[in-house]
């Protein structure tokens, strides 16, 4: 004896509804990631910044203090160990790293000391503690400090548990994608 299931009407009706669901968020989902190839948005999950949508906005002059940037970090020893840590994301800068959002804290001729907290010119950053070590107890290196580089920017994120320039020094400013603006974005 063989057994036929058919589709009542009342199960199609049912359907349709998750069908729908399904084609609104696929939809949603290409829109978004084509809006991120050519639109310059881009997808913060690091809490360094308010977490979601921001956008990359190409500069038309020098970068500033206190411009908020998107940058892509230098293949250097120090960037590649906490690339290692997942201290950065995966992306598509050079050296298969993802792009950092930091506010730009000096540049080039500014004096940086780095103790207990950071020193730009003799004054004193709010929240830039150092921290000694990960949330998995590994030791973090200070950067020793000194006058930044003609063509580096120093980046800075208030945020305590923020890698930036404290532990790596200037980065080259070559590096800068552009500036970042939240679109949609909460801070946890």
Not at 3 to 16: D, F, G, K, M, Y
Not at 19 to 42: E, K, P, Q, Y
Not at 153 to 182: H, T
Request: net charge positive; hydrophobic share 45%.
């Amino acid at each position: 004896m063989m057994w036929r299931i058919s589709s009542t009407p009342a199960v199609s009706r049912q359907r349709r509804p998750a069908l729908a669901l399904l084609g609104v968020s696929c939809g949603l989902a290409l829109t978004i990631t084509i809006s991120g190839v050519f639109g310059g948005l881009r997808i913060n999950t690091t809490p360094s910044e308010p977490l979601g949508l921001w956008r990359v906005v190409p500069l038309d002059r020098q970068v500033q203090v206190g411009d908020m940037v998107f940058a892509c970090p230098p293949e250097i020893d120090t960037i590649s160990e906490a690339f290692g840590r997942g201290y950065l994301r995966s992306g598509l800068c050079s050296g298969g790293f993802g792009p950092m959002i930091k506010t730009v804290a000096a540049v080039a001729g500014q004096r940086i000391e780095v103790a207990g907290g950071v020193m730009i010119d003799g004054r004193l950053i709010a929240s830039s503690n150092l921290v000694l070590q990960d949330g998995h107890g590994r030791p973090l290196r200070a950067y020793a400090g000194g006058t930044v580089p003609a063509g580096f920017l120093f980046l800075y994120s208030p945020f305590s548990g923020s890698w930036d320039s404290r532990y790596f020094g200037p980065i080259p400013a070559a590096g800068v994608l552009g500036l970042a603006k939240q679109v949609l974005t909460y801070a946890p």
